[in-house]
């Protein structure tokens, strides 16, 4: 059972753009979301967070929004940038006290200059 | 800065050996964890600890064991290589559960295997 699904693969845009990633879930009891985002021979970085409570989290040219009734959130890039190409996870953190997240299995994202 | 170091970057090991890795953190973190990242499949959790000599079993366990004998360290260990545990393997580490913490976890640049 795959709680945390990111159903595209992959994403191009033109740099100065909009990219905007999608993932969607199933478990309710989820109460934080999470963004990573991964360069090539990287660990992956937290981006950026939204809890369940609030349906959008805004920093700098980062912005998440939650829909809860459709179980779906979405993390938009704005402008978009070179730099800015690399794979993007989401994750549902639902763990009470284990730290425990559920990780979707990734887009990649490719701004094009 | 949280540092999440893996001892190494690329790991080459055969058929049935014993493989360590390593992961060292430096923030006091109570959690710590293995993920392995296949194209395609995201980031599945291998093993996770939440306190010095505790474990728990991820998602895909089978084929792996750990070890945690002090707080900052955390080990994977493959008991005898197998060529599909070819991959990317990340260990991570987190705070303790708190208001603040959110559950951020640190990820390691990675150890990439290859099984021959």
Known sequence: DQQVKQNSPSLSVQEGRISILNCDYTNSMFDYFLWYKKYPAEGPTFLISISSIKDKNEDGRFTVFLNKSAKHLSLHIVPSQPGDSAVYFCAGDGSSNTGKLIFGQGTTLQVKP | ?116
């Open chain 2, 1 to 116: 800065d949280v540092k999440v170091t893996q001892s190494s970057r690329y790991l080459v090991k055969r058929t049935g050996e014993k493989v360590f890795l390593e992961c060292v953190q430096d923030m006091d973190h109570e959690n710590m964890f293995w993920y392995r990242q296949d194209p395609g499949l995201g980031l599945r959790l291998i093993y996770f600890s939440y306190d010095v000599k505790m474990k728990e079993k991820g998602d895909i366990p089978e084929g792996y064991s750990v070890s945690r004998e002090k707080k900052e360290r955390f080990s994977l260990i493959l008991e005898s290589a197998s060529t599909n545990q070819t991959s990317m393997y990340l260990c991570a580490s987190s705070l303790l559960r708190g208001e603040i913490a959110k559950n951020i976890q640190y990820f390691g640049a990675g150890t990439r295997l290859s099984v021959l």
